[in-house]
């Protein structure tokens, strides 16, 4: 069965400091991942999505950036946090034919102070 | 522009109560119509979903109704329990293309004892 990783779970960090969040899926092949934001009590917000190694869409200009150096490794990065950028981190997966069905994982909370 | 609009935003009721969560959609070409169900802290969980073939679709005690024609579909709770207090997100997609979920902006469900 498939398996979607997050970490860290949470992270507190001073505004201008760089991040980094890992999100990993095993049991699947060339899946699409994604990256979502969700503020406190609102919806989710698509940041990035990829098909691909190194195929990266980005959905909201911003100061996050998304790489996948592996198959099954996404990454969200900032060089300087914003105040703004204080929230909860879902990375999600599908299968490369059907991107309609998402499977979250368990998020990154990320306090920028 | 809200492509997946819910209502209402939150709901409380009586246990064995039925919480009935509404959405109303915008693009006719979407034809995948899913449901999530988020506890706090964690990642949504894709809890069931429909396709506009069929106009109800059961599992367990969750039912989803969809209505083409007033591009509406609902989610009934039978028998509700305080286990199912959580936030529901509605979403849709097309099953060809984009591979991108619209979705709504959540309803936040309590179930009292």
């Known amino acids: 069965s498939q398996t979607i990783h997050q970490w860290p779970a949470t992270l507190v960090q001073p505004v201008g400091s760089p991040l980094s969040l890992e999100c990993t899926v095993e049991g699947t092949s060339n899946p699409n991942l994604y990256w979502y934001r969700q503020a406190a009590g609102r919806g989710l917000q698509l940041l990035f999505y990829?098909?691909?190694?190194?195929?990266i869409s980005s959905e909201v200009p911003q100061n996050l950036s998304a790489s996948r150096p592996q198959d099954r490794q996404f990454i969200l990065s900032s060089k300087k946090l914003l105040l703004s950028d204080s929230g909860f981190y879902l990375c999600a997966w599908s299968s490369e034919d059907r991107g309609y069905e998402q499977y979250f994982g368990p998020g990154t909370r990320l306090t920028v102070t | 522009q809200q492509q997946v609009k819910q209502s209402p935003q939150s709901l409380i009721v009586q246990k064995g109560g039925i919480p009935i969560i509404n959405c109303a959609y915008e693009n006719t070409a979407f034809d995948y119509f899913p449901w999530y169900q988020q506890f706090p802290g964690k990642g949504p969980a894709l809890l069931i979903a429909?396709?506009?073939?069929?106009s109800e679709k059961k599992e367990g005690r969750f039912t989803i109704s969809f209505n083409k024609s007033a591009k509406q579909f609902s989610l009934h709770i039978m028998d509700s329990q305080p286990g199912d207090s959580a936030t529901y997100f509605c979403?849709?997609?097309?099953?060809?293309?984009?591979?991108?979920?619209?979705f709504g902006k959540g309803n936040q469900v309590v179930v009292i004892p």
């Open positions: 990829s098909v691909g190694i190194g195929q």
């Open positions: 429909i396709r506009p073939d069929v």
């Open positions: 979403a849709a997609s097309r099953r060809n293309g984009n591979n991108r979920l619209a």
